[in-house]
């Protein structure tokens, strides 16, 4: 049965729709898979009993000649910012650790209710903050992919969304879901030559979603092709009444709408996006995903960005800002842990130090060091120095991709300056580190749909992604752009088994 | 005109500065970010939500009514109201406030500049009607509540307050004496009890003022000030104002200075201790809060608020005075609790109905009545009245036998007093317990023919022009009917009898 796990998501939906195989059959081969990729670390806790549970649903579903959702069948993996009701969430740190949530988060519900099933939850940087998954509390994700020079060291898969990226790309998980606060669904997608897109800011509630910075926070899907990342998104998204930033729209359907025919269609190329020291080889997959779109039909045309280099600084002071004061709530009062020092004469500790040793001990590293940012840039004679400043930013760069739509329909450009690298390298740099985000925050800042697709494997035989970015609301040309680049560019690599 | 208040100190007399931030609980069934109850003393933890207890993932969704009545109160203060206001987070960590931040509005209200006007009180010191303003209005969350004596090395914390819907309404530094802050908080919680918006129950903690103190020599620049935190009733208000400024007066005649800080008021001493200097304060490091779009009001919305307005406290007076009649005092008297006039105005329109006559013609009977008639004959009766019996329809039956000569004024507080224990109808008492005047005029005309001729002399001297004979006659009748008789019938009888 091990090549069900070759399946993507459209291809099992319609296998067990036409009754191919059973759902309980692929569950049973995800559920394999997983059991055997412990070596990734991909997974915080497994679940196959909620696999096998949503598949029997699905077969009896079919058996009964019930309707079957978009999702029937389709076991995934689910990132573990997303509260699931019974299941253990954490956002990878030690201070959600044991924490069962009473609560399903919006998203999630929604796959469950278009009939995916959850294979368990996967790992990722803590509370989303990282480029590599080396943050995590429950030890860093591998990437399954390797350096073809016969070297092992192993590679980052990516990040936040690195056990979604490193699952989807090992076969272990038909697809995962990711969220995307600065690029944590297209960095890693981008890393491990699988498809992710974050919607624009709305159309997926963050409802029961662990929240890293609320203005910027977005779910979405990483699979293996674009289709299953239309058929994924349609599933994910809607308007959510309990979340006040959702999107009252409908959700358009983008699988049915799929279409590599760019005819007529215009595509912005983004000056300030050549940065000086780019890899050539970054520069090499960005002249030939032009020349897949103008095979497509579509006309480019090179447009200008200019706050672009504001980007980065502004995302650094906004996101840690928000992120300072979202994760306050986690204080050792109510839930998750909780220290309780004595001091030398055994006195027991007051609030104050139940705050100091519960958060000194449940966050890691890089929270605190986001915490620590965040919190300086909102002080007082500092906010409008620091927020204000990057608010305006925002405002700029918003208004830079305005301008842009009058000149074009969709931007391409790549999803990160650099492959992956080797876990380890990057960790005691938090500059370098925030680097990876360079191309992926712009569109964050600004609340846009953007897409990362495979474009080529570099010369040490590692994925390089390629990145579309669209207008609000136009998923679709995103969608499309991607098709178009995937059906041309032929990437067919995928990592051979070493786990 | 210029408050007289003045405290004398060794260098002279010092005027004192008040300014007031009153919190006032919104009248609704919800809190402000989430469906949970509001109601008062429930056991402790049973009216909080998920998002009441800041679970991780958890949005804020903002409640309509809780915009709405804080609206209408910025209308009943003929105040500014912003279409356009956000909401901002206000973080510091406390073992009340889950979320480690207040949802609040710092930089763009709900309701900006408006005012109030309190009554001219020869007794209170305050010369003539004068305009407090108020500066604005915003929303927030209330915090939780902590419980100190429930264990012997931990506290509690009940968090069914927590995010429960609070008005800051913050006047502008117009007060210049306790008396005029006693009157300001009660015309606010007045204007409040009409509007609806807040129940201005101080002792439930419904309402409670920080009160902003300075004094100066007058004519000077204010001083710097002081802020009392949590004051929970007018009498402590008043209060912590005199020793508050008294305390102010001292410290600078001795030299010393006046340092901003927070200070608590101690209500069985009467006294002020400070809290915490502007040193320690906490810096909140106010942002917008990123979970809530900016509150946007549409006309419709406004329309509907404005026309839910009753009639307020000031326009009710006026036309107790200019359409009914009544005097100054009992408009006053009448319209200041809205329990009051609304139990007048039932009364009012079932007297005028049950007498048929307009309401104009009985609302100075029916205002005697309702200000102190009925409240002395249920005073009288104390715990033997049951107010339950005092239904406007009784009551309106006794004024109707009243006005039409049925009953004296002494019959009537008579029947009152057996309706209030008894229930019974007035008609029937009137009738079975004998409690009616006489106005039969045969029988009146016989007592009158056999007084006239016993007392042939009198007649004679009454007709010879001695007037004052007149009352005699009328008492020898009254008392040969019992006291029974109707004195307008003896009246017109004795008149036309003496010629």
């Known amino acids: 049965m091990t090549e069900l796990t070759e399946l993507g998501v459209k ?35 497994a679940t196959p009993d909620k696999a096998i549970e949503a598949a029997e649903r699905v077969d009896a579903d079919r058996a009964a000649g019930r309707e079957l959702g978009p999702m029937a069948g389709v076991p995934i ?46 790992n ?10 080396e943050t995590s509390y429950f030890g860093n994700v591998v990437s399954p992919w390797r350096r073809k020079d016969g070297g092992n060291s192993p590679l980052a898969p990516g990040g936040s969304s690195g056990g979604s990226s ?31 897109i974050k919607p624009t800011y709305g159309r997926c509630s963050r409802w029961g979603v662990v929240a890293f910075a609320s203005s910027l926070d977005q779910a979405g899907p990483m699979a293996r092709d674009v289709a299953d990342c239309a058929i994924m998104l349609g599933a994910m998204a809607g308007f959510d009444p309990k979340d006040s930033t959702s999107l009252d729209l409908p959700v358009p359907a983008w699988e049915a709408g799929l279409s590599d025919d760019l005819r007529g269609r ?72 909780r220290e309780l020092p004595a001091d030398a004469a055994g006195k027991a500790a007051g609030l104050q130090d139940m705050y100091a040793a519960t958060r000194a001990e449940g966050f890691g590293d890089e929270v605190k060091r986001r915490i620590l940012i965040g919190t300086y840039v909102l002080s007082a004679g500092f906010y409008d120095a620091y927020y204000n400043q990057a608010q305006k930013i925002r405002t700029l760069i918003a208004r830079d991709f305005e301008r842009a739509w009058a000149e074009c329909d969709v931007i391409l450009a790549p999803t990160t300056p650099t492959a992956s690298f080797p876990l380890g390298e990057k960790a005691d740099d938090p500059l370098a580190m925030y680097l990876n985000d360079v191309f992926a925050v712009p569109a964050s800042l600004a609340g846009l749909p953007a897409m990362s697709v495979p474009a080529m494997l570099n010369r040490d035989g590692l994925p390089l992604g390629l990145q579309l970015v669209g207008k609000p609301f136009d998923e679709q040309g995103v969608l499309n752009a991607g098709l178009a680049i995937e059906r041309r560019a032929g990437f067919a690599a995928k990592p051979e088994k070493w786990w | 005109m210029m408050s007289t208040y003045r ?50 993932g958890m949005l804020p969704v903002p409640n309509r009514e809780c915009i709405r009545q804080a609206v209408r109160t910025g209308m009943a203060i003929e105040a500014q109201i912003n279409a356009w206001s956000r909401f901002d987070r206000k973080n510091y960590f406390y073992a009340d406030l889950p979320q480690g931040y207040q949802i609040s509005q710092l930089y763009h209200p709900l309701v900006g500049e408006g005012s109030l006007t309190i009554e001219a009180d020869e007794k209170a010191g305050i010369g003539e009607d004068k305009v407090i303003g108020i500066e604005r209005i915003h929303v927030e969350q209330d915090a939780g509540k902590l419980m100190h004596d429930q264990h012997p090395t931990m506290s509690y914390v009940d968090l069914n307050r927590c995010g429960v819907a609070l008005m800051e309404i913050v006047s502008r530094p117009d007060m210049r004496s306790p008396a005029e802050a006693g009157a300001y908080l009660r015309k606010l919680r007045t204007i409040l009890r009409y509007v609806g918006s807040c129940d201005g129950n101080m002792e439930e903690g419904s309402m409670r003022a920080d009160v902003n103190v300075s004094v100066r020599k007058p004519g ?28 102010q007066v001292d410290l600078i005649e001795d030299g010393g200075t006046v340092v901003q800080e927070t200070r608590l008021f101690d209500p069985n001493s009467g006294t002020t201790r400070s809290m915490r200097s502007k040193e320690d304060a906490h810096d909140y490091r106010y942002f917008p809060d990123p979970d809530l779009l900016p509150l946007e009001l549409d006309e419709d919305f406004l329309a509907e608020c404005r026309a839910s307005l ?48 307009g309401e104009k013609d009985v609302a100075t009977q029916v205002a005697n009545w309702s200000l102190s008639v009925a409240p002395g004959v249920m005073n009288a009766l104390g715990d033997e009245a049951n107010p339950a019996h005092a239904t406007a329809e009784a009551q309106a039956a006794i004024l109707a036998m009243q006005a039409g000569g049925e009953i004296s004024g002494g019959q009537a507080k008579e029947i009152f007093e057996i309706v209030l224990r008894t229930g019974r109808e007035p008609g029937e008492i009137a009738e079975s317990e004998g409690l009616k005047q006489v106005s039969d005029t045969g029988a009146i005309e016989a007592a009158i023919d056999e007084i006239l001729a016993k007392n042939a002399d009198k007649v004679e001297e009454y007709r010879g022009g001695k007037d004052k004979l007149f009352g005699f006659f009328v008492g020898q009748t009254m008392k040969a009917m019992q006291g029974k008789a109707n004195p307008a019938v003896v009246n017109q009888l004795l008149k036309a009898k003496l010629g």
């Open chain 1, 11 to 45: 291809a099992i939906r319609d296998g067990v729709a036409a009754g191919d195989f059973t759902a309980r059959e692929v569950a049973e081969a995800f559920n394999a898979a997983v059991a055997g990729a412990g070596a990734l670390n991909a997974f915080i806790v």
């Open chain 1, 77 to 122: 993996g689910m990132k573990d910012l997303f509260a699931t009701e019974g299941v253990q969430t954490t956002a990878a740190s030690h201070i959600l650790e044991g924490f069962v949530p009473r609560y399903e988060s919006t998203v999630s519900q929604n796959l469950w209710n278009a009939g995916a099933g959850m294979l368990g939850k996967l």
């Open chain 1, 124 to 133: 990722l940087d803590q509370f989303a903050m990282g480029s590599s998954n």
């Open chain 1, 166 to 196: 490193a699952a989807v790309a090992a076969r272990i998980a038909a697809a995962a879901t990711g969220t995307d606060t600065g690029g944590s669904i297209r960095q890693p997608a981008a890393f491990t030559g699988i498809c992710g």
């Open chain 1, 266 to 337: 215009k595509v912005g190329i983004p000056r300030e996006y050549r940065m000086e020291g780019t890899d050539p080889e970054i520069l090499d997959s960005w002249e030939r995903g032009k020349q897949w779109l103008r095979d497509a039909g579509a006309e480019i045309v090179d447009i200008s960005l200019p706050h672009t280099k504001y980007a980065l600084p502004a995302y650094y002071i906004i996101a840690p800002a928000e992120a300072s004061s979202n994760l306050a709530r986690y204080d050792g009062v109510r839930y998750g842990l």
């Open chain 2, 7 to 56: 405290i004398q100190g060794a260098t002279g007399e010092w005027e004192v500065v008040i300014g007031l931030e009153v919190h006032a609980q919104v009248t609704s069934n919800a809190k402000l970010f989430s469906g949970s109850s509001t109601a008062f003393g429930a056991e402790p933890n049973t009216q909080v939500s998920l998002i009441d207890a800041a679970m991780p």
């Open chain 2, 220 to 247: 000077e620049e204010f001083g710097t000030r002081t802020e009392t935190k949590n004051v929970n009733s007018v009498r402590f208000v008043m209060q912590a104002i005199e020793h508050e400024a008294r305390r």
């Open chain 2, 310 to 357: 009753p009639e307020l406290p000031d326009a009710k007076r006026r036309r107790y005075v200019e359409e009914l009649g009544l005097s100054d005092y009992n408009a006053r008297e009448l319209t200041a609790e809205v329990e009051t006039f609304a139990r007048f105005e039932t009364l009012l329109a079932a007297t005028a109905r049950g007498i048929g006559k």
